[in-house]
């Protein structure tokens, strides 16, 4: 192992932190008795009524027939540290746990799953302070109050959704497509619980999938962690690069992104009327994702999710300045506020001027695509002239570009001046012709289009962080 980490160093120049998954238990199963210094017990497997009228799944069904080698309680400080000192020993930064829910499978001979949870938490805690600076974990399917109550001491990010499957197990060949839908469906309705305890984490998903570009657009927006699981070799490297910046950051929403009010009793999946919206806030705007997640949901009698053909077709919606909370973040308050919006579509590559007077925009949204509704209060420079700044165009979240915004009244005139980090066509609305436009202080050409589009390209500077200073004069 420290071999091949040190492979890795030596090969990827970049490379911050590697990771190791481990079960909550140690293994699937647990840890077998007599392989090491710990008292450690074969447990049989018992479901709670809940659990057992979930979805079938393969590793409980397996740890159901063989139970779990658990490892007493009293121990689970020496449990942890044993295997997390080893794997910081040879170079391993931190762990990603899973299948967290486990203890309560085995909880009935300690006192039950509280008191039970109570010593492996606190083993765990222990062991990443000791072994990982405090912070070094991932957790995986912790959608249990054990985790919310008790495994949050050092880790407050969490999994909101199920695994990113990447086509349906039980062989429906549309599941590649519809599978996806209810990824997104289970992130954004977990989250209005969820994210009330931790920052939710939608999960990773492949960026040489077929729906590789739906996904990518809620990751974008989601206010969580970017990060895929592909095969080796297996990447869209454009698709990535709209969603990361070169430095590995990611032009990341102010909240976690939520359904809107609209959608909260509806079915998004199965109703055959519903698209999905999700809001979110950047620094200087807000944002609404538009998915259609149609066409597959939850049958109780199977256990399973399984596919509604019928509802595999394009949905038609309405999207409103008014659907994004502005009041959720204290910043953002004067931002709703505004008595004028612009509006830039990412996919139609438009922009539309909205009051909250207006009427709603109508749109039609196709099966497994999306549009995304970047809103940014209009300023009003003098007597005349409006803008407003969209961001960088290449990036799904143009709006998580800007960096800052001041605007400057002088005898010279009115000026603007942006932050922008990224690399690419940088987007602002303008309805008037600026006198002059600087980047990082010197004066370059623009394009100026009658519609208000102002345009410019940016370059990513290594040595300034890939931010760039924008200054335009009108």
Not at 29 to 38: D, K, N, Q, Y
Not at 124 to 141: D, Q
Not at 239 to 258: E, M, N, R, S, W
Not at 297 to 326: L, T
């Amino acid at each position: 192992m420290k071999a091949f980490t040190r492979d890795l160093r030596s090969k990827f120049k970049g490379l911050d932190d590697i990771f190791v998954w481990h079960a909550l238990c140690g293994a699937w199963g647990g840890v077998r008795p007599g392989a090491t210094h710990l008292k450690t017990e074969i447990m049989p497997c018992k479901l709670s009524p809940g659990l057992d009228g979930t979805m079938n799944d393969l590793a409980v069904v397996k740890i159901l027939e063989g139970g779990i080698g658990l490892v007493h309680p009293d121990q689970a400080d020496d449990f942890y540290d044993s295997m997390h000192s080893y794997l910081a020993k040879v170079g391993i930064t931190g762990v990603k746990v899973d299948v967290i829910h486990t203890l309560e499978y085995v909880s009935e001979e300690f006192g039950g799953r509280v008191e039970l949870a109570k010593n492996y938490y606190k083993g765990l805690t222990n062991s990443l302070v000791k072994n990982f600076n405090g912070s070094g974990l991932i957790s995986s399917m912790q959608q249990c109050n054990d985790f919310f109550f008790l495994g949050t001491r050092q880790i407050s990010i969490g999994r909101v959704g199920d695994d990113f499957w990447f086509q349906d197990p039980n062989g429906d060949p549309m599941g590649v497509y519809w599978l996806q839908g209810v990824h997104m469906i289970h992130c954004a309705y977990n989250s209005m619980w969820m994210g009330q305890i931790i920052q939710p984490d939608w999960d990773m998903f492949q960026s040489d999938h077929l729906c590789a570009k739906f996904h990518a657009g809620s990751r974008a927006i989601c206010g969580g962690p970017v990060y895929v699981s592909d095969s080796v070799g297996g990447h869209d490297f454009d698709l990535i690069k709209k969603l990361v910046y070169p430095d590995g950051t990611i032009p990341k929403c102010q909240h976690f992104a939520l359904p809107t009010r609209d959608c909260l009793f509806k079915n998004p999946l199965f109703d055959n009327k519903t698209i999905l919206k999700i809001w979110n806030l950047n620094k200087f705007g807000g944002v609404i994702g538009a998915f259609n997640c149609q066409g597959a949901g939850w049958d109780p009698k199977e256990k399973r999710i399984k596919g509604h053909s019928e509802c595999y077709k394009p949905m038609m919606g309405s999207v409103h300045v008014s659907d994004i909370e502005w009041d959720q973040k204290i910043e953002a308050i004067k931002m709703g506020e505004a008595e004028e919006f612009i509006v830039y579509l990412d996919q139609a590559e438009e922009l539309i001027l909205m009051t909250p007077k207006s009427d709603p925009m109508q749109i039609t949204i196709q099966p497994s695509t999306f549009e995304i509704f970047s809103f940014v209060p209009i300023q009003k420079l003098g007597h005349s002239t409006k803008f407003a700044p969209i961001g960088l165009t290449d990036m799904f979240n143009s709006g998580g570009t800007l960096q800052e915004l001041e605007y400057i009244e002088s005898g010279a005139g009115i000026s603007v001046k942006i932050k922008v980090k990224g690399a690419g066509k940088f987007l602002a609305y303008s309805s008037g012709f600026p006198k002059k436009c600087y980047l990082n202080g010197a004066e370059v050409g623009f394009e100026w289009f009658a519609d208000g589009k102002l345009t410019l390209n940016l370059p990513w500077v290594e040595e300034a962080g890939g931010i760039s200073d924008v200054g335009l004069l009108f």
